[in-house]
């Protein structure tokens, strides 16, 4: 994988985003050869913010500039005002550790883009580089959308192309790419070994991937899962509930 990067880095000017969920993917995605990374956890749930100990290491031991997702939970991209909150305060902390750029963005309801959100973010980020993460790819008149994050002053657009994965949307990706705007868009998911050449053949200047393999693995088929599927949903969100509380907090007083 290491071999590659370099490759791509060395004849096409590419610039190689490797997305790192943890202190070792990081230190690993720069001793490969990566350009940046960018930062965040739980890449199962498609990354939310890593801890701020997390950042400030990674931004300790690491030259290369880092990236840092923030999304305040896992599921859909229509923030309530106390996760924007967070979101923005997020954005401060980040700013204070010293990282390079904020991976972030905000839809409606109907999965249009936030203009009044997403314009929020970008300013608050500034002079930070920014990218509208994969949040993209739910947005119906990605066009449109387009003209308005250019307005907005956002920088990046990390995108798959509206498909599952950056290959199977590379047509979409293209026509992106292809439209007057001075916004860079950079495919992502599911960009591996055999097909990262189509990427760099259709002329994109950059390619974000996690290049994951699995370690430390343990024996854990004799124990109970913590995994909780009710928890995965897309269309909602999980929120601790104050009636519920309360009358448990009753019974055992």
């Not at 498609?46 to 701020?52: E, L």
Request: aromatic fraction near 6%; charged fraction near 25%; glycine fraction near 8%.
């Amino acid at each position: 994988m290491g071999c590659l990067i370099l490759i791509l880095i060395k004849y096409n000017n590419m610039l190689v985003e490797v997305c790192c969920n943890s202190l070792e993917s990081a230190l690993n995605a720069e001793k490969a050869g990566a350009n940046r990374i960018e930062l965040c956890s739980e890449l199962g749930v498609g990354g939310i913010t890593p801890s701020y100990g997390l950042i400030q290491l990674v931004k300790q031991k690491l030259e290369i500039p880092i990236h840092v997702l923030l999304r305040p939970r896992s599921g859909h991209f229509t923030y309530t005002e106390t996760e924007f909150e967070v979101l923005l305060r997020d954005i401060e902390v980040c700013k204070e550790i010293g990282v390079d750029g904020i991976v972030c963005g905000a839809l409606n309801a109907d999965s249009s883009l936030d203009i009044k959100k997403t314009t929020q973010l970008v300013k608050k980020s500034k002079p930070l580089h920014f990218t509208f993460h994969r949040g993209f790819d739910w947005i119906s008149n990605q066009k449109e959308a387009l003209q308005q994050l250019e307005e907005i002053g956002v920088d990046t657009i990390l995108t798959s192309g509206k498909e599952i994965n950056a290959e199977k949307g590379i047509k979409q990706l293209k026509e992106l790419k292809s439209a007057p705007t001075s916004i860079a868009i950079m495919p992502g998911a599911g960009v591996n070994l055999e097909n990262v050449m189509k990427f760099k053949k259709a002329g994109f200047k950059a390619i974000h991937f996690s290049g994951t393999t699995f370690t430390n693995q343990v024996e854990t088929s004799k124990k109970i899962t913590m995994n909780s599927q009710k928890h995965l949903a897309q269309h909602e969100v999980a929120v601790t509930n104050e009636h519920i509380v309360r009358q448990i907090t009753q019974i055992v007083k």
